[in-house]
């Protein structure tokens, strides 16, 4: 039994904060480095779960098509921002997705799809109410995907 395994397609989420160009560059380096394509994706937040905290002046499947919309156009710009890193890093192919639902379970389920080798992913270091309410994206992700999770600590990585 090898205990290399190759890395054919890595998959990194992105929130469009001002970390996800730095996350998105540290991805690339990596699937450069094996020579591997790369699935930039965004999910957009079902808000049917958040349904009973705030009483929006738009119908949700309204609110939900915006910002989906928005998110194909941001993914768009953003991949193309991207694509000459990639190029130089050694990246095999460049694709992106925008996926509407829970985070963590889309980012787990596109992978599986995809058959993933590795996702490469941020932390936000959430703590106190926020991650009550929230949970940890990255701790959803590495406790059920079914292939390797890389997370980056955008803060501390780079100092």
Do not use: W
């Not at 890395?7 to 730095?22: G, W």
């Amino acid at each position: 039994m090898s205990i290399i395994h190759e890395i054919h397609n890595v998959v990194t989420p992105v929130d469009f904060s001002d970390n996800s160009k730095l996350i998105a560059e540290s991805a690339a380096y990596l699937a450069g480095k094996f020579g591997a394509s790369m699935h930039l994706i965004f999910v957009v937040q079902n808000f049917e779960d958040y349904s009973g905290f705030f009483v929006p002046q738009m119908t949700l499947p309204s609110l939900e098509g915006e910002l989906a919309e928005s998110a194909e156009t941001k993914m768009a710009s953003f991949s193309a921002e991207m694509k000459e890193f990639c190029e130089s890093a050694g990246v095999k192919e460049l694709k992106y997705k925008v996926l509407m639902g829970d985070v963590g379970e889309k980012i787990v389920e596109y992978a599986n799809d995809v058959e993933a080798d590795l996702i490469v992913m941020g932390t936000h270091g959430y703590k106190g109410l926020e991650k009550i309410m929230f949970g940890s994206v990255a701790d959803k992700v590495v406790r059920a995907a079914s292939c390797p999770v890389t997370t980056i600590n955008p803060y501390t990585c780079c100092e």
